[in-house]
């Protein structure tokens, strides 16, 4: 099992910043490829991000692409997501979730694990 802890979510106004920390306990951290999913109301959880194991390729949704950036640092069991020029339309609850295995995947129900989420709001 892998326990995933997501915070740093809160309210900002358009163009502002917010950074996600999720904070992975149980299983070898360095075993598995991190994603970041958000879902906002009435809307079907959708594809933000991912990292592989060693942190060096990374994958990002079109809507977040050059604004997201996404890092680990398996020593501490830790996955960012660096949120810049933040749009209402990001508002959502953001999720962590670890998938087991190689390849890098955008389909959440191909993940293991997730978090409990965080909510991010933005508004003016």
């Known amino acids: 099992q892998v326990q995933l802890v997501e915070s740093g979510g809160g309210s900002v106004q358009p163009g502002g910043s917010l950074r996600l920390s999720c904070a992975a306990s149980g299983r070898t951290f360095s075993n598995y490829i991190m994603g970041w999913f958000r879902q906002a109301p009435g809307k079907e959880r959708e594809f933000v991000t991912n990292?592989?194991?060693?942190?060096?390729?990374?994958e990002f949704a079109d809507s977040v692409r050059g604004r997201f950036f996404v890092s680990r640092d398996n020593a501490k069991s830790t996955v960012y997501l660096q949120m810049n020029s933040l749009k209402p339309e990001d508002t959502a609850v953001y999720y962590c979730?670890?998938?087991?295995?190689?390849?890098?995947?955008?389909?959440?129900?191909?993940?293991?694990?997730w978090g409990q989420g965080t909510q991010v709001t933005v508004s003016s």
């Open positions: 990292i592989r194991r060693t942190g060096i390729a990374t």
């Open positions: 979730a670890a998938r087991s295995g190689w390849t890098l995947s955008r389909v959440w129900d191909e993940y293991d694990y």
